[in-house]
């Protein structure tokens, strides 16, 4: 906040400096009136005044880089005529913006910028709340896939063996109020009329929050999930669990000609004999499983009812097979880069 006010007071206030080695060129372009304007408007900005507002508003939005709807500049809206449109655009591209807005009234009163950054910040944060649930769940003592380091947990004030995972829960917690601050901005909009509304001040508190909400967990998470540590064997215990290669039976006997409802069938009465003994599919001999199946079911049914085999089954795009993970790990990655 204090760089983006000293950045734009700077801009304006320069230009009218007599000592500002530019002076005379900008008296040149502006003429006197002109000069004294510019000076006008940084103070104002300075101030806080509401006819900068706006602009600020806008600037705040472009400098985060999330929608381009706030890189145009407010300054269309000042009143006072002396104010040339080349002064208007040079001014504007000082700032850092791409121009000015061409409709004073929609440029004192949209907020669009705002409201367009706080949907794509809470969108953004409903991903991370959701990625931070997975997390809390695999973390827990029920699951144990991963293990949190210390650092981003915390221990319980009554159970000394517990281990909170703070950064998940407080990024979940947050993203209440990121889609809460979006909420405030439809509503404050709701049923203005046209043009500027002393309503339009309460713009800035939802809009700065949620930039500072946004970035904080996308900071706290930067650092958390390059440090989960993976337990690759509660993982494939987990996996092997619930019959999970049933389905995989059923694929392999529709690929021999087995009509689905058949297959449903044998799947079905074949877990049923598993279950009986105690055992995964894959455990039962191949003399058990063509008591169901018949000369459908040769040797190389072991091949699908692993969980490796399972997962190299999924070869297409968007698969769990190996290869294909590491595809989409390579255009994720590519993506980053552009």
């Given at each position: 906040m204090d760089h983006d006010n000293g950045r734009i007071a700077t801009a304006l206030v320069s230009v009218a400096k007599p000592d500002a080695a530019t002076s005379d060129q900008w008296r040149r372009v502006l003429g006197d009136?002109?000069?004294?304007?510019?000076g006008e408007l940084g103070r104002r900005h300075v101030a806080g005044r509401r006819r900068i507002g706006a602009p600020h508003g806008r600037q705040y939005v472009a400098n985060a880089g999330a929608v381009e709807r706030g890189n145009s500049h407010l300054l269309g809206e000042v009143e006072e005529r002396k104010a040339t449109f080349q002064f208007l655009l040079q001014v504007a591209s000082m700032l850092g913006f791409e121009g000015i807005c061409e409709n004073s009234l929609d440029g004192v009163s949209d907020r669009d910028f705002a409201i367009e950054f706080c949907s794509v910040a809470s969108l953004t944060m409903v991903h991370l709340s959701r990625w931070s649930e997975e997390l809390v769940l695999w973390a827990s003592q029920q699951f144990s896939f991963i293990e949190l380091p210390d650092r981003f947990c915390t221990g319980s004030s009554i159970m000394p063996q517990k281990k909170n995972p703070d950064v998940p829960e407080l990024v979940r917690g947050k993203t209440g109020r990121a889609v809460g601050n979006l909420t405030a901005l439809l509503m404050l909009m709701k049923s203005q009329p046209l043009a500027y509304n002393k309503d339009n001040q309460e713009d800035k508190e939802p809009l700065f929050d949620a930039v500072d909400t946004l970035r904080d967990c996308l900071t706290a998470m930067n650092g958390l999930i390059p440090a989960i540590r993976p337990r690759p064997e509660q993982m494939r215990a987990a996996a092997t669990a619930g019959f999970t290669t049933a389905t995989d039976l059923a694929d392999y006997l529709v690929r021999n000609d087995v009509p689905f409802r058949d297959a449903h069938e044998i799947v079905g009465r074949s877990v049923?004999?598993?279950?009986?003994?105690?055992?995964?599919?894959a455990q039962l001999s191949l003399e058990e499983l063509k008591q169901f199946a018949g000369e459908q079911i040769g040797a190389d049914v072991f091949e699908v009812l692993t969980v490796e085999g399972s997962v190299k089954a999924r070869a297409?795009?968007?698969?769990t097979a190996p290869e294909q993970v590491r595809a989409a790990v390579r255009r994720g990655r590519s993506r980053l880069r552009a």
């Amino acid at each position: 906040m204090d760089h983006d006010n000293g950045r734009i007071a700077t801009a304006l206030v320069s230009v009218a400096k007599p000592d500002a080695a530019t002076s005379d060129q900008w008296r040149r372009v502006l003429g006197d009136g002109g000069l004294q304007l510019a000076g006008e408007l940084g103070r104002r900005h300075v101030a806080g005044r509401r006819r900068i507002g706006a602009p600020h508003g806008r600037q705040y939005v472009a400098n985060a880089g999330a929608v381009e709807r706030g890189n145009s500049h407010l300054l269309g809206e000042v009143e006072e005529r002396k104010a040339t449109f080349q002064f208007l655009l040079q001014v504007a591209s000082m700032l850092g913006f791409e121009g000015i807005c061409e409709n004073s009234l929609d440029g004192v009163s949209d907020r669009d910028f705002a409201i367009e950054f706080c949907s794509v910040a809470s969108l953004t944060m409903v991903h991370l709340s959701r990625w931070s649930e997975e997390l809390v769940l695999w973390a827990s003592q029920q699951f144990s896939f991963i293990e949190l380091p210390d650092r981003f947990c915390t221990g319980s004030s009554i159970m000394p063996q517990k281990k909170n995972p703070d950064v998940p829960e407080l990024v979940r917690g947050k993203t209440g109020r990121a889609v809460g601050n979006l909420t405030a901005l439809l509503m404050l909009m709701k049923s203005q009329p046209l043009a500027y509304n002393k309503d339009n001040q309460e713009d800035k508190e939802p809009l700065f929050d949620a930039v500072d909400t946004l970035r904080d967990c996308l900071t706290a998470m930067n650092g958390l999930i390059p440090a989960i540590r993976p337990r690759p064997e509660q993982m494939r215990a987990a996996a092997t669990a619930g019959f999970t290669t049933a389905t995989d039976l059923a694929d392999y006997l529709v690929r021999n000609d087995v009509p689905f409802r058949d297959a449903h069938e044998i799947v079905g009465r074949s877990v049923g004999f598993a279950l009986s003994k105690g055992v995964d599919l894959a455990q039962l001999s191949l003399e058990e499983l063509k008591q169901f199946a018949g000369e459908q079911i040769g040797a190389d049914v072991f091949e699908v009812l692993t969980v490796e085999g399972s997962v190299k089954a999924r070869a297409h795009v968007g698969g769990t097979a190996p290869e294909q993970v590491r595809a989409a790990v390579r255009r994720g990655r590519s993506r980053l880069r552009a």
